[in-house]
């Protein structure tokens, strides 16, 4: 039982670049969600899903994208990458039988230039 | 807007004593609040979690409370060690999904 995992673990991309970071679960949650952690600041949400085929914007949407095919993969895309989003992302999902508590990812640490 | 707040940024402690890291926030409609623990480079782990209608949880050596009419949490590490050294995150849960996150305080247990 891997729990939430996250696929790179880090990246360095150049202003203008795309990228797809991957997050799989294998608990069978029925929520999923990414967030980005800067210095300083809380985490906060960008895109969330609340079931396979939904996604729904968060608190700092603008400049990604997200998709949901497989229940158990949830997918943050950037299209251009810009520096303001350097930072670390982090997935995490829950189900709601459980207080909606959350299980997170170890991230990934993004870097753009 | 829900608004969360951690203080200190960062706190230091010799070994054994005991911690009281502070959360607070700003609209007392909570379902729960969960505490977290962060160690650098790493994912989130969640520690506790207190439902709105509890007044405190408890977990070995660790100890949280709610007061909901006041905005505030309080998490109590006992005999701090070493490996208590991380950042520790509150968040609380204010709809379905939504959960609002402080900025953590840093603890450093010197040995």
């Known amino acids: 039982n891997a729990g939430v995992t996250q696929t790179p673990k880090f990246r360095v991309l150049k202003t203008g670049q795309s990228m797809t970071l991957l997050c799989a679960q294998d608990?069978?949650?029925?929520?999923m969600y990414w967030y980005r952690q800067d210095p300083g600041m809380g985490l906060r949400l960008i895109h969330y899903?609340?079931?396979?085929?939904?996604?729904a914007k968060g608190e700092v949407p603008d400049g990604y994208n997200v998709s949901r095919l497989k229940k158990q993969n949830f997918l943050l895309g950037l299209e251009s990458a810009a520096p303001s989003q350097t930072s670390v992302y982090f997935c995490?999902?829950?189900?709601?039988?459980?207080?909606?508590?959350?299980?997170f990812g170890p991230g990934t640490r993004l870097t753009v230039t | 807007k829900q608004e969360v707040t951690q203080i200190p940024a960062a706190l230091s402690v010799p070994e054994g004593e005991n911690l009281v890291l502070n959360c607070s926030f700003t609209?007392?409609?909570?379902?729960?609040l969960q505490w977290f623990r962060q160690d650098p480079g790493k994912g989130l782990t969640s520690l506790l979690l207190i439902q709105s209608s509890q007044r405190e949880q408890t977990s070995g050596r660790l100890n949280a409370s709610l007061d909901k009419s006041s905005g505030r949490s309080t998490l109590y590490i006992a005999a701090s060690q070493p490996g208590d050294s991380a950042t520790y995150l509150c968040?609380?849960?204010?709809?379905?999904?939504?959960?609002?996150f402080g900025a953590g305080t840093t603890v450093t247990v010197r040995a």
């Open positions: 968040a609380v849960r204010h709809g379905d999904y939504k959960l609002s």
């Open positions: 995490a999902s829950s189900r709601p039988d459980r207080f909606y508590e959350q299980y």
């Open positions: 608990m069978n949650h029925e929520y």
């Open positions: 899903s609340v079931g396979e085929g939904t996604t």
């Open positions: 609209d007392s409609a909570i379902y729960n």
